[in-house]
């Protein structure tokens, strides 16, 4: 398990984007849609493989029958950092261990093609301070196509009543730029960028 994107929310995809491009003094390229979930985004690339997404639900597409991911059908208030997502070499056993994390759902965009384990109620284990897990087909990546914006993660710290049990259940994450600490349900991101270090919630 390795750390792959981190996703910032929003009402509106504009709303998502401003927050983060506020955050980081950065701005963003352009995304996607998703139309399983009827979302849409657009992408921040960072040092180390790594990237950020700003999502929202997209009003111009179809509202699924199903609960949308990172639980954006109770999305409330002002823009956040909403998820943390991991990417897994063999999703089915992944979710052998971490059955919690939901079904897997095969999705495509463009040529991109993964899988991820969602939740029936698209709301993630310890009030969605679980990661999110992702397993990537073939060799294509978001961030072979997004130019690097000079920014790079230097801290994500994940904070929950029961952190030592969440840190606990994900022992097959060894990062050492993930930190877990007890108090309410959050996610902050620290950054070093061209701007001086910035700081994402």
């Given at each position: 398990?390795?750390?792959?994107?981190?996703?910032?929310?929003?009402?509106?995809?504009?709303?998502?984007?401003?927050?983060?491009?506020?955050?980081?003094?950065?701005?963003?390229?352009?995304?996607?849609?998703?139309?399983?979930?009827?979302?849409?985004?657009?992408?921040?690339?960072?040092a180390d493989g790594l990237y950020l997404e700003a999502i929202a639900i997209d009003p111009a597409a179809p509202a699924p029958e199903h609960p949308r991911w990172f639980d954006l059908d109770r999305l409330d208030g002002p823009a956040h950092l909403r998820t943390w997502i991991c990417r897994v070499a063999d999703l089915d056993a992944a979710l052998a261990r971490h059955p919690q994390a939901g079904a897997p759902c095969d999705l495509a965009r463009g040529d991109l093609r993964w899988r991820m384990a969602v939740p029936k109620s698209g709301v993630l284990p310890f009030d969605n301070r679980f990661p999110a897990l992702i397993e990537w087909q073939g060799t294509a990546h978001p961030v072979q196509r997004l130019a690097n914006s000079g920014a790079r993660l230097t801290r994500l710290i994940i904070s929950h009543p029961e952190a030592g049990a969440l840190r606990a259940g994900l022992a097959d994450l060894a990062d050492p730029r993930v930190a877990f600490e007890p108090g309410a349900p959050a996610l902050r991101a620290e950054f070093s960028t061209p701007h001086g270090a910035r700081v994402l919630e």
């Open positions: 398990m390795q750390l792959d994107h981190l996703a910032v929310a929003g009402r509106t995809l504009d709303e998502a984007a401003a927050h983060l491009e506020a955050a980081l003094g950065l701005p963003l390229q352009p995304g996607g849609a998703h139309a399983r979930f009827g979302t849409h985004n657009r992408l921040l690339g960072l």
